[in-house]
C-alpha cells in the first residue's frame, strides 16, 4: 500500500511544482507594452525597443537601432552620402543590420535575453540590444 502512496504522489508532487513555478514565471511580468533605451555609445548611437507582454510572457519585441543624428540604421548605414565609398566599413555596418534582426528572432523565440547570442563584428548593437530590452522589462516587471 505504501508504494502505491508514493507513485500517486510524486507525479502529483512534480505537476504542482510545475504549475507553480509556470504561475510564478507569468505573474513577474504585466501586460503591455513597454519601451526601452540603451544609452549611446562611443560615437553616439543608442538603440530603442518596444516589448509587448501578454499573459506574463513577451509576444512581440521591435529593436531598432538609431546614428547619432537619430537616424535609423537600416539598408543604407554605412553608406556616405548614398554611396558605398568604403566596401569594408558598409559590410561591417550591415553585418550590424543583420544581427539586430537576429537578436531580435532569437529573443523571441526563446524569451530569455541569457539565449540571445551576439554576432561577432556587432558586439555593439548586442549590448545595446540587451541594455533597451532589460530597460523595458524593468518598467513590466510587477
Known amino acids: 500500500m505504501r508504494k502505491k502512496t508514493k ?60 546614428q547619432k543624428d537619430g537616424t535609423v540604421k537600416g539598408e543604407d548605414y554605412g553608406k556616405i552620402n548614398g554611396e558605398i565609398s568604403n566596401r569594408d566599413f558598409y559590410e561591417e555596418a550591415q553585418l550590424a543590420v543583420a544581427a539586430m534582426k537576429k537578436y531580435n528572432a532569437e529573443y523571441l523565440k526563446a524569451g530569455n535575453l541569457d539565449d540571445v547570442q551576439a554576432v561577432s563584428g556587432a558586439t555593439n548593437s548586442y549590448n545595446q540590444f540587451l541594455e533597451a530590452v532589460d530597460d523595458a522589462l524593468k518598467t513590466a516587471k510587477k
Open 7 to 66: 507513485r500517486v504522489l510524486l507525479p502529483a508532487a512534480l505537476l504542482l511544482a510545475a504549475l507553480f513555478l509556470a504561475a510564478c514565471g507569468n505573474a513577474e511580468l504585466r501586460d503591455g507594452v513597454y519601451a526601452g533605451r540603451s544609452g549611446e555609445d562611443d560615437t553616439g548611437a543608442w538603440a530603442e525597443v518596444s516589448v509587448t507582454i501578454s499573459q506574463g510572457k513577451v509576444q512581440a519585441c521591435k529593436f531598432i537601432s538609431r
